[in-house]
T-cell receptor, first 110, second 115 residues
Framework: QKEVEQDPGPLSVPEGAIVSLNCTYS??????FMWYRQYSRKGPELLMY????GNKEDGRFTAQVDKSSKYISLFIRDSQPSDSATYLC??????????FGTGTSLTVIP | NAGVMQNPRHLVRRRGQEARLRCSPMKGHSHVYWYRQLPEEGLKFMVY????????ESGMPKERFSAEFPKEGPSILRIQQVVRGDSAAYFC?????????????FGDGTRLSIL
């Protein structure tokens, strides 16, 4: 079983829609959770960083962590064509290794 | 540009040659990480370094691959006697000194192609 599971998509939504991206994980020791956005031919760009369970909001982005279910989500409100990218979840525990999902490809159609 | 700088952006090598990938971390960052990304496989951790020290190389292949982060200059990922299977995008990330698990900031990668 992979440490982190992420549906690769692709996901296609109309402009203005609410997007929900999700990851599940198996290691209950994970405490730090991140979402990255990666445009084609570019490096991952940090979007959200959370510790333990709960919600965190930043503009149109909301990150949720449910440690009891080992499930994390990223919501994008009022999605824009510029949000079209691959979204990667990442997480770590007490050690220094980060574990990444394979990424979900998102296209927002104008 | 205060971001993580990687060069070259693209590198082409023939089988058996050596590949050297360079990474300059963000200003003020002292932790460097190398990852390999293959299509549909996500980012795979290779090695974690601090200045002059390899902290964790559990993701590095045992042969042909090495990494360093000298006191002066960029971090180097070196691949000797490259094979076709080494073709991938290699990303470097950095994080500031202090507690572990701080978010990592990535460069735009080096795309290595083996002929």
């Amino acid at each position: 079983q992979k440490e982190v599971e992420q549906d690769p998509g692709p996901l296609s939504v109309p402009e203005g829609a609410i997007v929900s991206l999700n990851c599940t994980y198996s290691n209950s020791a994970f405490q730090y959770f991140m979402w990255y956005r990666q445009y084609s031919r570019k490096g991952p760009e940090l979007l959200m960083y959370t510790y333990s369970s709960g919600n965190k909001e930043d503009g149109r982005f909301t990150a949720q962590v449910d440690k009891s279910s080992k499930y994390i989500s990223l919501f994008i409100r009022d999605s824009q064509p510029s949000d079209s990218a691959t979204y990667l979840c990442a997480m770590s525990g007490a050690g220094n290794q980060f574990y990444f999902g394979t990424g979900t490809s998102l296209t927002v159609i104008p | 540009n205060a971001g993580v700088m990687q060069n070259p952006r693209h590198l082409v090598r023939r089988r058996g040659q050596e590949a050297r990938l360079r990474c300059s971390p963000m200003k003020g960052h002292s932790h460097v990480y190398w990852y390999r990304q293959l299509p549909e496989e996500g980012l795979k951790f290779m090695v974690y370094l601090q200045k002059e020290n390899i902290i964790d190389e559990s993701g590095m292949p045992k042969e042909r691959f090495s990494a360093e982060f000298p006191k002066e200059g960029p971090s180097i990922l070196r691949i000797q006697q490259v094979v076709r299977g080494d073709s991938a995008a290699y990303f470097c990330a950095s994080s500031p000194p202090g507690p572990q698990n701080q978010p990592q900031h990535f460069g735009d990668g080096t795309r290595l192609s083996i002929l």
